[in-house]
């Protein structure tokens, strides 16, 4: 269908013959002095750490036919897990090629994330399914994946509908699931993995609504670390640049939030802000897939490292241009970060700010 693909949640439980050793990928940005866009930090302080376009209604989390989550399932079949996916459709082509192309060890369960019931359903069937198997209930990391992205456009022209749209999915929706699985996370000692994004890290132009909301589920991160360190539970957050999901939807999809954007907008802005203008932010999501990477092992390898590894880190930066823009915004003074996204981040690579 038009709303894209991703994964609502996955629960891996422990590969078959035991967790093993994980690689050691991901780079983990740690500043000095702290910074709140970091979850993990040398002192202590507060801290902070898919997706199809939204709709005119409830906003809903896409299904598993392509993108981040999808491959994700894949690869953690591949290499022995146990996958619990939650889907928005489970009779979509997308979930129908999982079933196809995945072990009998994939199980998937239907679940639109705003949708307590689905989620509380969700729960009571995998607590059912884990709670007579020992090596399952050992090791249950977590993954969130759902999100949408709404509109790329500046956030005085977006309508407070996309706002609310990108918080029910991108915050309170993982927010929702992650507190309905807490119990079994806390049994199993399991790990929770957020992914977020680039965006929910640093200011990014065009991106208020979406960074804003991912920017939330980062800090939200970044506290269930530290307040569930006691229970032997590690969370992390996963900040990916651009890679080639299908986040940005299709061109039918387009039309409609260039028309919501248009039918809400004052006359005095959209005059001020000029009809060129306003046509060139659709042109912007239209160039958007060219500019991202279609190779996404550097995330699937990232979050394999957040299930498996020891010591995981707090923060995982995959994908180009993820790290640097990052470390500019802790280390360096406002102005300078201000200046260098509007010198070196044009509107063509801005967006490197998107995620699954």
Not at 18 to 33: E, I, K, M, S, V
Not at 64 to 73: E, F, R
Not at 245 to 251: M, V
Not at 314 to 335: M, S
């Amino acid at each position: 269908g038009p709303r894209g693909s991703h994964v609502a949640w996955m629960l891996p439980a422990a590969p078959l013959g035991g967790p093993g050793r994980a690689p050691r990928r991901g780079r983990c940005c740690r500043p000095r002095w702290g910074c709140s866009a970091c979850p993990r930090w040398a002192l202590p302080a507060p801290c902070s750490s898919s997706q199809a376009p939204c709709s005119s209604s409830r906003p809903r989390a896409r299904p598993l036919d392509t993108g981040i989550g999808h491959a994700l399932a894949k690869y953690l079949d591949n290499m022995g897990f146990i996958v619990f996916a939650g889907v928005l459709n489970k009779d979509g082509p997308g979930a129908e090629e999982l079933r196809r192309t995945c072990s009998q060890r994939l199980s998937l369960l239907q679940l639109d994330i705003t949708n307590p019931t689905q989620v509380k359903e969700a729960y009571l069937k995998v607590s059912e399914k884990v709670q007579n198997t020992v090596n399952i209930i050992s090791i249950a990391p977590f993954v969130n994946n759902a999100g949408i992205l709404g509109f790329p456009a500046d956030g005085e022209l977006l309508p407070m509908s996309t706002y609310r749209h990108c918080m029910d999915v991108n915050f309170f929706g993982a927010v929702e699931v992650s507190k309905t699985f807490l119990p079994l996370l806390r049994k199993s000692q399991g790990r929770l993995v957020n992914m977020s994004s680039m965006a929910g890290g640093i200011p990014l132009p065009k991106y208020a609504a979406y960074g804003a909301s991912k920017a939330a589920l980062s800090m939200f991160s970044g506290v269930m670390r530290q307040e569930l360190s006691k229970w032997g539970v590690k969370v992390a957050a996963v900040h990916p640049s651009g890679f080639r999901t299908g986040i940005q939807g299709t061109s039918e999809l387009w039309d409609k939030q260039e028309k919501d954007l248009l039918e809400n907008l004052p006359a005095a802005v959209r005059s001020d802000y000029g009809d060129d203008y306003l046509q060139e932010l659709k042109s912007y999501l239209v160039r958007l897939p060219a500019h991202c990477d279609a190779d996404l092992s550097p995330v699937l390898k990232d979050v394999l490292h957040a299930l498996l590894a020891r010591r995981p880190h707090g923060l995982y930066t995959p994908g180009k241009g993820a790290y640097l823009p990052l470390c500019i915004f802790c280390y360096f003074p406002v102005w300078f970060y201000d200046f260098f996204i509007s010198k070196l981040f044009s509107a063509e690579l801005m967006i490197l700010a998107l995620t699954v």
